[in-house]
């Protein structure tokens, strides 16, 4: 089947600008995960969702970073008045409903480039 | 906090000799162990995983080992192959956080032909 899909897979974009990175999860998983991963360093939890609801926000960085899953499917992560630290590759990872033991299945990433 | 260090950052071996990858935890109610393996420009992908109620776990060439009173695991890999070259992971979930993977900052492995 499907694995997990994300995209743009590059997205390069100016200081100050908003961008909009988009995520489809393996079909019927409930659990959905965003990660940040800047050059060198693991990945770096940023929020996770079970179904459309927000269960864990505790990474978001600062209030410009902001992501939705409005059916419970598709997610968007969100980031207003992007900054030049911003850089780094956006992972996004679903797992079949989000208990501690489950895989978490990770898609390719957006490489976002603020310049 | 929570934290997960891991070392060491770069590791080169002889094709056909062992690898070992150390990692450490901070939180003790940490009860899942996994390890993802990342190769150039490819999505991390789970290469295996122990539970805090498991001492040690093997899948052909793979084995983790779980020390849960020093709160240390690591990652062994034998007879290695030049596709074992990669990038390493190893993470913790947290009991209180559910489903949030806190990942160590990954080792850089070679293998030498």
């Known amino acids: 089947g499907a694995g997990v899909s994300q995209t743009p897979s590059n997205k390069v974009t100016e200081k100050g600008k908003y961008v909009e990175l988009r995520c489809d999860p393996i079909?019927?998983?409930?659990?959905l995960y965003w990660y940040r991963q800047s050059l060198g360093q693991g990945p770096e939890f940023l929020i996770y969702?079970?179904?459309?609801?927000?269960?864990?926000d505790s990474g978001l960085p600062n209030d410009r970073f902001f992501a939705v899953r409005p059916e419970g499917s598709v997610s968007t992560l969100k980031i207003q008045r992007t900054e030049r630290g911003d850089s780094a590759v956006y992972l996004c990872?679903?797992?079949?409903?989000?208990?501690?033991?489950?895989?978490?299945?990770f898609g390719p990433g957006t490489r976002l480039t603020v310049l | 906090g929570e934290n997960v260090e891991q070392h060491p950052s770069t590791l080169s071996v002889q094709e056909g000799d062992s690898a070992v990858i150390k990692c450490t935890y901070s939180?003790?109610?940490?009860?899942?162990f996994p390890w993802y393996k990342q190769e150039l420009g490819k999505r991390p992908q789970l290469i295996i995983d122990?539970?805090?109620?498991?001492g040690e776990k093997k899948d052909q060439r793979i084995a983790v080992t779980l020390n849960k009173t020093a709160k240390h695991f690591s990652l062994h890999i034998t007879e290695t192959q030049p596709e074992d070259s990669a990038v390493y992971f190893c993470?913790?979930?947290?009991?209180?956080?559910?489903?949030?993977?806190?990942f160590g900052s990954g080792t850089r492995l070679s293998i030498r032909p």
């Open positions: 990872a679903s797992s079949i409903n989000g208990g501690s033991y489950n895989e978490q299945f």
């Open positions: 079909s019927g998983h409930t659990a």
């Open positions: 969702f079970q179904g459309t609801g927000a269960a864990d």
């Open positions: 939180d003790s109610a940490s009860n899942y």
């Open positions: 122990i539970r805090s109620n498991v």
């Open positions: 993470a913790a979930t947290y009991y209180s956080s559910a489903s949030k993977i806190i």
